[in-house]
């Protein structure tokens, strides 16, 4: 009788296990798959392209001709300035500081001599 121990079969699919005192590769992180962009109809952009324009025109030119502006924001309050720069999100003001308002709380703006006329 001949005692032979069998040894289980070694595929070639079995996992990589690095050698003792080697660095371990980084744990995956299972992440959820990004939040689909939202949809903005061709029309819907379009149609702001004629007020887009004469905004960006009005701007423009305030800004060269370093015009002191009022700003009256949504709650009420003034800032008064010339603007410097603007972008498609916000205006920076200077006035007695250097201020970068949001264009979406800006209610109005005029001309310091008209007195919001």
């Known amino acids: 009788m001949s005692t032979q ?9 079995s996992a990589h296990v690095p050698a003792p005192g080697s660095p371990r590769p980084p744990a995956r ?3 959820d798959p990004p939040a689909p962009l939202p949809f903005h109809s061709m029309a819907r952009l379009t ?12 701007l423009q030119k305030q800004i060269q001709s370093q015009t002191p502006m ?19 999100n916000a205006l920076k003001v200077r006035g007695r500081t250097k201020i970068l308002i949001y264009k979406s709380a800006i209610k109005y703006m005029y001309k310091l001599g008209d007195h919001g006329q």
């Open 29 to 31: 992180v299972q992440r």
């Open 47 to 58: 149609e702001d392209i004629p007020h887009r324009d004469a905004e960006l025109f009005y």
């Open 70 to 88: 009022v700003i009256v924001l949504e709650d009420g309050e003034h800032i008064e300035g010339c603007i410097e720069w603007y972008d498609r």
């Open 5 to 13: 121990t069998t040894q289980p079969a070694v595929s070639n699919q």
